[in-house]
């Protein structure tokens, strides 16, 4: 789907389809906080990556249910987001970036 201003309009208005998918997000949050090691009290950076990683993660679930013609998160949604972090997280981003030069 072409994000589109009717596509935010959409995504700003998905919820979550069930408690149970919601208590998900928010288990993952806790498992991504553990592998801290806690040391998020102590640090504001690393608070400040924190939140936005969760909202980065939030919201791309939200793609994905606006991407499947859906208003609501689903626990699929929760686990396509995080396969897709994880994609992300092992990419080569330089070597990416270098590769696009030779793009034509």
């Known amino acids: 789907m072409t994000p589109t201003a009717e596509y935010f309009q959409k995504l700003k208005k998905v919820q979550w389809a069930d408690k149970e998918t919601q208590k998900l ?3 993952t ?30 919201s ?5 249910a606006i991407n499947n013609k859906r208003d609501k998160i689903t626990l699929e949604d929760i686990v396509k987001t995080h396969k897709t972090y994880f994609k ?5 981003l330089p070597a990416l970036v270098d590769n ?5």
Not at 53 to 58: P, R
Not at 60 to 64: D, E, F, K, P, S
Not at 88 to 92: A, G, Q, R, S, V
């Open 29 to 58: 949050d806790e498992i991504r906080l553990y592998g801290t090691g806690g040391r998020h009290a102590s640090n504001l950076k690393l608070i400040d990556f924190q939140v936005r990683e969760s909202m980065f993660l939030l």
């Open 88 to 92: 992300l997280l092992k990419t080569n």
């Open 60 to 64: 791309l679930a939200g793609c994905n």
């Open 25 to 27: 997000f928010k288990l």
């Open 100 to 104: 696009l030069s030779d793009i034509q």
